[in-house]
């Protein structure tokens, strides 16, 4: 078996459309959502190959500066950072994209500090991800707040809760 094929098997074993719980730190400030598995989500940074889970800006603005949030919203697809900010140089992405009845267009992706998934009982620190700040709500009855990566619950460190 390659590594690949291994994956595609361990893939199958995920049960998609369920909801987990997601625990993200970013700049010092720590969040717990509700996060649905989708397989439909297959957005990977192409330059690095990281998997990113997608979540609307509004649930992470408290961590953000007020500069980030309004290019976000307005769209901007090249960055203006502040000299005295430039610590957020190293952490942002902007990730080419595709959407039903939208032409190509970038995410804004930020490099969290810390993301773990409770999963089926087990905890799973993911190392390598990348969160795609939405301008779009994600759920219409606020069941979950981020869609998640399937990559993210695979070869990842599990933790025993």
């Known amino acids: ?13 995920i049960h998609y459309d369920q909801i987990v719980k997601v625990k993200i730190q970013l700049a010092e400030e720590e969040l717990e959502l509700a996060g649905l598995i989708d397989s439909g989500n297959q957005l990977y940074d192409p330059l690095t190959k990281t998997p990113v889970m997608i979540m609307h800006v509004s649930s992470l603005e408290h961590c953000l500066p007020s500069w980030l949030t309004e290019q976000i919203y307005s769209k901007t697809e090249i960055p203006q950072i502040p000299e005295n900010d430039s610590g957020w140089a190293t952490k942002l992405r902007l990730i080419p994209f595709r959407a039903v009845g939208v032409e190509s267009q970038f995410l804004w992706a930020i490099k969290p500090d810390s993301v773990q998934v409770d999963h089926e009982g087990s905890s799973i620190v993911v190392n390598k991800v990348l969160i795609g700040l939405n301008t779009q709500q994600l759920s219409t009855n606020g069941e979950y ?10 070869s990842q460190k599990m933790v025993i809760a």
Not at 1 to 13: A, D, G, L
């Open 1 to 13: 078996f390659s590594k690949k094929r291994i994956e595609s098997v361990e893939v199958t074993k």
């Open 145 to 154: 707040q981020c869609i998640v990566h399937p990559k993210m619950l695979i």
